[in-house]
């Protein structure tokens, strides 16, 4: 097996680039290729190069695996950090043509708009301006839903697409409000914002810790998508899907075979 540091971290990017760009799902890479979790940040890295040459721009980042149903549902046990692009934002409200994707999924969530570059130990309500109730759709590139963690690093932590909901002052507590996922008028999942690593506020100081391991360096103004409150669901084309957080409100869109966000 070759080393991480013999690797071409560019070449790999690509694959993974490809196969988002052509819904094609790909087998793993980081055993083969002996990628480990520093690499794969490396990897993710060199992703989202590719990403803002052609244009995008990144507008935040996510954590994901931030709660015990998500960590059971793929079978990896680390939260892990990834990117948002603004190509990859569907407004609230909006529709979004998922015939791209390769098998989507969906999940509730609660963003923080970060308001300044938070620090490790800054008080909560210094790092983050508001809050909002979000979706996120996420689309393993790896063929079966399946990847270790340096794969689904790599594969920027399987992030496809987001909605943001209205965004609201701060409230006193986030860390016990209950969360709703229906689609097409029917509650699919229900979960409190406890499951985000016992409080969102920990996946903030989570992700501050990763971004200043491995970046990106965060930034005031950007969204800060704290992670699931449920496990995902599969999203098929039109299907009318929603997020409710209690006290902040809804993120919704609704998914088509055709036709733009
Ligand atoms: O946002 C998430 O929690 C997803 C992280 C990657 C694991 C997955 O694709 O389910
Ligand atoms: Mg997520």
């Known amino acids: 097996m070759t080393t ?37 940040y490396r990897l993710q890295q060199a992703l989202i190069a590719r990403r803002t040459g052609r244009g995008e721009h990144v507008v935040g980042v996510k954590m994901g695996l931030t709660s015990q149903a998500k960590m059971a549902q793929v079978g ?3 939260p892990i950090l990834g990117h948002l692009t603004d190509t990859t934002q569907v407004p609230d409200g909006g529709s979004v043509d998922i015939t791209g994707l390769i098998h989507p999924r969906v999940e509730p969530e609660i963003a923080f708009l970060l308001d300044r570059p938070p620090t490790p130990g800054m008080p909560f309500t210094d790092a983050v301006r508001a809050v909002a109730p979000a979706l996120e759709v996420i689309d393993s590139r790896y063929r079966d839903f399946t990847f270790s963690l340096p794969d689904v690093i790599a ?3 399987s992030a496809a697409l987001f909605t943001i909901g ?18 097409d008028g029917h509650t699919v999942q229900t979960g409190s914002t406890a499951a985000i690593l016992g409080d969102p506020r920990r996946a903030l100081a989570a992700g501050i810790a990763l971004a200043g391991r491995h970046g990106p360096a965060l930034q005031g103004g950007w969204i800060f998508l704290a992670g699931a409150a449920t496990a995902a669901v599969p999203l098929v084309p039109g299907a009318h899907v929603r997020a409710t957080v209690q006290g902040l409100g809804t993120a919704g869109f609704t998914t088509t075979a055709g036709g733009t966000r």
């Open 4 to 40: 991480s540091a013999d690797v071409d971290l560019d070449g790999l990017a690509a694959r993974l680039d490809e196969a988002a760009v052509t819904g094609t799902p790909i087998p793993q890479l980081a055993e083969v290729h002996g990628i480990d979790v520093d690499a794969a």
């Open 76 to 78: 990896v046990d680390s």
């Open 155 to 157: 594969d920027n932590t």
């Open 166 to 183: 209205q965004w609201q002052p701060v409230p006193d507590e986030v860390d016990n409000l209950g969360v709703l996922l229906d689609v």
